[in-house]
C-alpha cells in the first residue's frame, strides 16, 4: 500500500506541475503575446524567421509543432547537463595525479648559422675521423634531437662504422625558430649542419613519420650531399594533387575524428591550432602519446607506449621538444604536412632533363655529343612501413612507390606504427645490415709516422727533459 501512495502521490505531483506550466503558459500569452503588444510588434518579424529556418526540426518534436517551443526546454536540458558536468567534475576523486614535464636545464652542442641562427645537434656512434657512413636526421612531430633512432645502442652504430647526428628543427629543443621556414630552408639548414660537423663525404639522411618530409626535401634540394635515405612510416601530404581517389580513401579511413579535424585545421584554419595545442602538450602536463596527437593505434603499438621504457623516453623527448613554449614551431610544422611542399615527390624519379626550347639548343643539340643530363635522385631510397600502421598508414607508402618506382619499399607484416623503430635491437640491427651489407666497424685511425731522424731527435729531447 505504501508503494501505492507513493506512485499515487508521484502523478499529483506531475499533473499539478503540468497545470502550473499550462497556467504559467497562458498568463504569459494574455499578457505579452497579443497582436497589440509591444513586445510582439518588436520580437515577431525575428522570430517568424528564425522559425522559418527550424522547421526542419518539426518532425523530431512530439509535440507542439513549432521550434520555437521547444527552446525553453533546450535551453532547461542544457542547463542541467552543464551542472552535471561540473558537479561530477568536482567531486571526482578518484581521478590519477596529473603528471607535469619536467624541463631539464640546456645542454645542445650548438652550431652558429650563416643567418645568425642556432641550430641544436647530438652525435652518437663514431667520431668523423673513423666513421665509414654518417646519417643525419631531423626528428617528427612533437619530438626533438634526443629522439634520433630511439633505443639504438652506440655499440650496433660503432660495429657498422656510423656516425649518427640529430638535431633540432627550428623553434624546437634548443634551437632558434626560423622566421619564414618551408621546406626548401629546412634542407639548407641540414647542408648547413653537414658542413659545420665536418661531414665532408656524403651522407644518408633519416626520415621517421613526419621527420620523413625532411628527408624528403633534402632529396630535392641538396640532392648531391646524400648518399641515401632510409625512411620508417614516412608520411606525404594527404591533400597531394598527384594522388588518386581511392590512395586518399585508404589514407584518410585509417584516422580518427579528431585527428581527420586537425588535418583540416592546419589547411584552412591554422590560426586555431594553437588553442588546441595550449590544451594539450603545451599545458605543462604529460598525457599519453595517442591522446596528444590524436591517434587510433593497433595492438602491438598500445602495447609499447604501456611499457616503462617508452615512458622515460617520452616524457624526456616531449619535454625538450616543447623547451620553449612557443606554439608558432608546431603550428609551421602542421602547415607544411599539409601545403605545398613546393615540388612532388615525382619530381625525385630518375628522369631525363627537359630539353630547352629554341634554335640555338636545337643547332647544340644537333653538333653535341655530350650525355643527356638526368634530374631525380640518383641514390637508393629505403622505406620500412609497418602493414598494421595507422598513423602513417600503407596506401602512403603504396602511393610512394607508385610514383617512385626505384624506392624500396619493405613491408612489415605485424608492425605498426612504432614497434619496428623503438626499442628493437634486431630491427636496427636488420635496418643497418640492409644499407650497409656486413658490419666493418670503424675506419682505422690514421697514425702519423715521423721519420727516423726526426724520431731520435724527439726521443733524446725526452730523455733530456726527464
Known sequence: MGSLSCLRLAYVVQAWQLLS???DRDVVRQNLLREESFVLRKVAPSCASVCKRLRFLNEYLPEDRDPAHSWSVVLVVLFLAVAAILVNTEIDTTSPVTKKLCIHPPNATRILLPDGRHLAYQEQGVPADRARYTMIAPHSFLSSRLAGIPGIKTSLLQEFGVRFIAYDLPGFGESDPHPNRNLESSAIDMLHLSYAVGVTDKFWVVGYSSGSMHAWAALRYIPDRLAGAFMVAPIVNPYEPSMNKEERRRIWKKWTLRKKLMYFLAQRFPRILPYFYRQSFLSGNLAQVDEWLSLSLGKRDSALIEERIFHEFWQRDVAESVRQGNTRPFVEEAVLQVSSWGFSLGDLKLQKKLQKKGIIFWFKSLYSRAEEDLTGFLGPIHIWQGMNDRVAPPAMSDFVQRVLPAAMVHKLLYEGHFTYFYFCDECHRQILS??????????AS????????????KLEEVTVTS
Do not use: A, D, H, S
Request: aromatic share 8%.
Open 21 to 23: 506550466i499550462r497556467t
Open 434 to 443: 640492409t644499407l650497409f651489407g656486413n658490419p666493418q666497424g670503424p675506419l
Open 446 to 457: 690514421e697514425v702519423v709516422q715521423l721519420p727516423r731522424e726526426e724520431y731520435v731527435e
